[in-house]
């Protein structure tokens, strides 16, 4: 399978416990993001990065969650302290930009379903 | 103002019926459009990009209008396979980040 690949798909923690997730994107594709999406609710921007580079974060990105791509390859976003309000699927995207086409498709992952209890 | 809004769903149609989805965003500097697609517990998938001359792919017509900063969805002859939520997602030249409506969902009926 050459799509994004998201690990764990299901994570249930305690609260106050810290959760990594981790990404694999499409090999080639540059451009990795972050959402958060909730029921009934449309994916939520949470960061991106071009190559290794973390470009943009959101403002709702409080100071427990930070993201890293290392070396420009596969994505983690950790949370520490986990609230119950986390709880969400976490979606990974990925795609392939140039100068010439800047914004392009982005491939989703099929998620990682966190809950808090 | 949230920076991409849809026209709240559900939209309940019988099959080959035509139903249009419209879409708004706040930033005029925006410079690129899609449509996701996006099935129940399933990561969302791209449906069809938006052009500034519009676009059509089969029973699919996309539209955008700059001036109003507008963005619809015209799907014709509605089949039962397309019941699922329908993603506007706008691109932001300022961030490259994409930004995503809340989701019009539509149930497609015998």
């Known amino acids: 399978d050459t799509g994004v690949s998201q690990n764990p798909r299901h994570k249930i923690t305690k609260r106050g416990q810290n959760v990594t997730f981790r990404c694999d994107p499409i090999s080639e594709h540059n451009r990795l993001y972050w959402y958060r999406q909730t029921l009934g609710q449309g994916p939520e921007f949470l960061t991106y990065f071009q190559n290794e580079a973390q470009l943009e974060k959101s403002r709702l990105l409080s100071d427990r969650f930070s993201a890293e791509r290392p070396k420009g390859s596969f994505s983690t976003l950790e949370i520490q302290r986990t609230e119950q309000g986390d709880s969400a699927m976490y979606l990974c995207?990925?795609?392939?930009?140039?100068?010439?086409?800047?914004?392009?498709?982005?491939?989703f992952g099929q998620g990682t379903r966190l809950t808090v209890v | 103002r949230k920076e991409v809004e849809q026209d709240p769903g559900p939209f309940n149609v019988p099959e080959g019926a035509t139903v249009a989805f419209n879409c708004t965003y706040s930033?005029?500097?925006?410079?690129?459009f899609f449509w996701y697609r996006q099935d129940c517990r399933k990561e969302p998938k791209l449906l069809m990009s938006v052009y500034s001359s519009g676009n059509e792919d089969g029973r699919f017509t996309a539209q955008l209008n700059r001036a109003s900063q507008y963005i619809s969805l015209l799907i014709r002859d509605s089949k039962l396979s397309d019941s699922a939520t329908y993603l506007c997602v706008v691109n932001t030249n300022s961030g490259y980040a994409l930004n995503f409506g809340k989701g019009t969902s539509l149930l497609v009926t015998p």
């Open positions: 930033n005029s500097a925006s410079q690129s």
């Open positions: 995207a990925s795609s392939l930009v140039s100068v010439v086409f800047m914004n392009t498709e982005a491939f």
